[in-house]
């Protein structure tokens, strides 16, 4: 079945600790996203890549990194730099980065700190 | 600036009711798209809807039915005979013709339907 995980679904971070969150699809989907969503609030655009090699920051990028290496793969680093990192990351993918491109989301990873 | 407001936060109903949940956007762009999405206690979204800034039609999918007006900037969503399965996170969101694809969400309505 064509689709998106992420993992781990949950992940425990120590203070000054590095953690990358794991997001994968077989959609083959051009474009790759990453949200962050806090209690209560709706979902704000991290990071997002339209093509391999190629990456852009979103909304709330600071203390974040990513890389897009292949196609199916879209990691988020959350680093130490990342003072309040404690919410819920939500993946996403679409078939290319348009206007019109319905994107298609991971079941998640909660992240907790320590 | 671009913005999606779900004024209601949270919505309680009984089973068998009908509810509509609300959703207004600012764009100064022509070209747009909207989106609505359902979020089970899960935590995946999953897709419900799409629609362009062009197409005013009403559609209506089983006993989901969406009504978007560009007079009034709204997208709002109607569920009719509702069901306790319909008890999620709805979240409404905007696409714009930036070509980055990125969305800008509302900040949710929490529907709850009771048995």
């Known amino acids: 079945d064509g689709g998106i995980t992420q993992s781990p679904k949950y992940l425990f971070r120590k203070e000054g600790q590095n953690v990358t969150l794991s997001c994968e699809q077989n959609?083959?989907?051009?474009?790759m996203y990453w949200y962050r969503q806090d209690p209560g609030q709706g979902l704000r655009l991290i990071y997002y890549s339209q093509i391999v090699n190629d990456f852009q920051k979103g909304d709330i990028a600071e203390g974040y990194s990513v890389s897009r290496e292949k196609k199916e793969s879209f990691p988020l680093t959350v680093t130490s730099a990342q003072k309040n990192p404690t919410a819920f990351y939500l993946c996403?993918?679409?078939?290319?980065?348009?206007?019109?491109?319905?994107?298609?989301f991971g079941p998640g990873t909660r992240l907790l700190v320590l | 600036a671009q913005k999606v407001t779900q004024a209601q936060t949270e919505i309680s109903v009984v089973e068998k009711e009908d509810v509509t949940l609300d959703c207004v956007y600012e764009?100064?762009?022509?070209?747009?798209?909207l989106f609505w999405y359902k979020q089970p206690p899960s935590g995946e979204l999953v897709f419900l809807i799409r629609r362009n800034s062009f197409d005013e039609q009403n559609e209506i999918s089983g006993r989901y039915s969406w009504n978007f007006q560009k007079s009034t900037s709204s997208f709002n969503f109607t569920i009719t005979a509702s069901q306790v399965v319909d008890s999620a996170v709805y979240f409404c969101?905007?696409?714009?013709?930036?070509?980055?694809?990125?969305?800008?969400f509302g900040q949710g309505t929490t529907l709850q339907v009771k048995p």
């Open positions: 764009t100064r762009d022509t070209t747009y798209y």
């Open positions: 959609l083959n989907h051009d474009a």
């Open positions: 996403a993918s679409s078939k290319e980065g348009w206007v019109k491109e319905t994107q298609y």
């Open positions: 969101a905007l696409s714009e013709a930036d070509n980055t694809g990125k969305l800008i």
